[in-house]
Structure formats: structure tokens, C-alpha cells
């Protein structure tokens, strides 16, 4: 699959993606037929719909989302030296500017700026959080507990799909007591340069939120970009890699990005929600290279390469997880 300029795919020409939709109530409920749809949707496009309204339990996660979106609104919103104050020179905490990683078009760098909060860091009494969150604490660990039910969920119904062995069960990898780096990231893509270069994720789900068109995915079937229609009452949940490493890599994370939308998709402003559920640092995996590593070496490594230049990222496989040769071989 070559790099080709993100302008060709930027219009209704690129088309929709037909992603299925899961019912999570459903999942609660261990219903046979939608977890047949479950394990389909995440070895082929690795990408789905989650409906969270029939659940009790979890539907809460939508209304959540719509007061985080409005507190992310209000915080991007402020003068770059005030958002700088959460500026740490890391780049998974706090607030991260534009331009820190590799844009879609060569030679280009990201055009959106981030709030990244480690949920240790929240969960953790001598945790730094940016004030602003810290100001609407109640929301942000009832958010993520959500997330965490979801997200336990689907790793521990995929775990008995898998008949995986009580001391490997995808789930207990990701105990939110033990150190990871799952982040809530809040991200916001300016009209004028919405553009987030193509990889997969490094960790094992993501449970995203946008109301606006932007996001690309490879359809499997075709190898073509594909839009991802925005669904204010479902969140758009993908495979990570470290989730088809466990699973053998029987599961697909397949390769997304987001470019600036123009046509009948265009938006004044994008702004996604993403809770990137990732496993205890200490997790030993066998990476895109069969290397058996650490997740958080996996994490650090993939970072490094979101930073670097396009054509070190065309050197190894790390940015799209080895997915660029399973989606040729379809």
C-alpha cells in the first residue's frame, strides 16, 4: 500500500465504511448471535459500532462523553500559554501542542493539538492532573470507569471465544491497579489542518467519540480509505495491537488516520474523545517482529515513530503494527 496524498481521499468519492454495529446489552447478556458478530467485526476490520443504550449499566457513557466534549470545547478554547501550563514534554500526559507528531502527507507534521490523562494518574492520590480536570473530578472517574466496564467486558467475552487459559485471559492483563499507560486523550482538529498520519493503535481497545467526519479507515476488502460516518449516540470502538498480538494475531487492528474532510463532509472543527485501553506495563508480548518485549517498550517504541520522520517510518512496521502486509495478502 503506497503513501498517497490525503487530498485524494478527502470527499464523498472516498466512500463509507460498512461497519457493523454491536448491541453491548446484548454482550451483557452473553447472547450467542452478537457475540458471533463481535468476532467478526474484530478479524476483519478490527473497527465496530458499540450501542450502549439497552444497557443499565452502561449507557450513562454517552451522556458522559456529550459533558466531557463540552469541557474539551472550553479548554482548547483558551490562549496557548494557558494550556501550555499542562505542557510536561511528555508525550502521553497533559497537554500536547500541534505538530509533536508525523502528519499524512510526507514531510508534513499533525495539525491537532491534545489533553492526554493517564487514568493511574487519576486514580493514584499523588497523581498530577491539570487543574481544569481536577475541577470536575466526579466526571472524569465516573467517565472512565465506564470505559473500564466496557472495555472488561469485551476482553473477557473474547477470552472465553478464544478458551484462553485462566492465567492469559485477555482481562486480567488490564486491571486498572496495576501501572499502564491507558490515557483518556481529548483531542481537537482545527478546520484549516485536520490531519492525523495513518498507524494502528498501540494498545488493545479504543472506545471513541466524534461528531465529526475526519476518520479513515483501510477496508480490508479493497485496501481503500474508507470514511467512518460520526455517530453522536454510538462510540466507534477498534482492535489495538497489542490485543491481536495476545490473540495471535487473529484479530485485526487496521490501519486509520484522519484528514481534513471537504465536501459534503467538511466541518468547522473536529473533536474526538478516545479512552486507549492499555495493558500492565510489565506484559510480555510477541511484537510485529515476533520480538518478545514488554508492553511498555511496545509503547515507547510506537511513540518514538509517531514522532519520526516519514521515511524512518517506512523502515520497520511499527507505525501500522504489521497490518500494511496482512491487508495485501486480502
Not at 495471535?248 to 463532509?265: E, I, P, Q
Request: include cysteine; charge should be negative; aromatic fraction near 10%.
Amino acid at each position: 500500500m503506497s503513501r498517497t496524498n490525503a487530498a485524494e481521499y478527502t470527499d464523498e468519492r472516498a466512500g463509507t465504511a460498512p461497519l457493523a454495529t454491536i448491541d453491548f446489552a446484548r454482550l451483557e447478556q452473553r447472547n450467542f448471535g452478537e457475540i458471533a458478530r463481535l468476532l467478526k467485526a474484530c478479524t476483519t476490520h478490527g473497527f465496530f459500532y458499540l450501542d450502549f443504550s439497552g444497557s443499565t449499566r452502561a449507557r450513562g457513557i454517552v451522556e458522559d462523553k456529550e459533558k466531557v466534549l463540552q469541557f474539551m470545547k472550553g479548554y482548547f478554547a483558551q490562549p496557548f500559554n494557558v494550556k501550555m501550563e499542562d505542557h510536561r514534554n511528555i508525550r502521553t500526559r497533559g497537554f500536547i501542542p500541534v505538530g509533536t507528531f508525523t502528519g499524512v502527507d510526507k514531510g508534513s507534521k499533525e495539525c491537532f493539538e491534545h489533553l492526554a490523562l493517564a487514568r493511574d494518574e487519576l486514580i493514584q492520590p499523588s497523581g498530577v492532573v491539570p487543574r481544569a480536570i481536577e475541577n470536575q473530578r466526579e466526571l472524569f472517574e465516573r467517565y472512565l470507569g465506564l470505559n473500564d466496564y466496557a472495555t472488561t467486558t469485551i476482553l473477557t467475552i473474547l477470552s472465553d471465544v478464544f478458551d484462553v487459559d485462566d492465567t492469559a485471559r485477555f482481562e486480567r492483563h488490564h486491571r486498572a491497579n496495576e501501572t499502564s499507560d491507558t490515557i483518556l486523550a481529548m483531542l481537537s482538529y482545527p478546520s484549516d489542518g485536520t490531519t492525523h498520519n495513518k498507524h494502528t493503535d498501540i494498545g488493545s481497545l479504543t472506545i471513541l467519540f466524534s461528531h465529526e467526519w475526519g476518520l479513515q479507515v483501510v477496508a480490508p476488502e479493497t485496501g481503500n480509505w474508507e470514511f467512518v460516518e460520526p455517530r453522536s449516540d454510538h462510540a466507534i470502538i477498534n482492535v489495538g495491537d497489542v490485543l491481536r498480538f495476545l490473540s495471535g494475531k487473529k484479530l485485526n487492528s487496521c490501519l486509520h488516520r484522519v484528514v481534513r474532510a471537504t465536501g459534503k463532509y467538511e466541518t468547522p472543527h473536529r473533536y474526538s474523545l478516545a479512552f486507549l485501553l492499555r495493558p500492565k506495563d510489565t506484559l510480555r508480548i510477541s511484537d510485529v517482529e515476533d520480538k518478545t518485549i514488554s508492553a511498555k517498550e511496545w509503547h515507547d517504541r510506537k511513540y518514538e515513530i509517531y514522532a519520526a520522520s516519514h521515511d524512518e517510518q517506512e523502515t520497520n512496521e511499527v507505525l501500522t503494527g504489521g497490518m500494511e502486509k496482512v491487508l495485501a495478502r486480502l
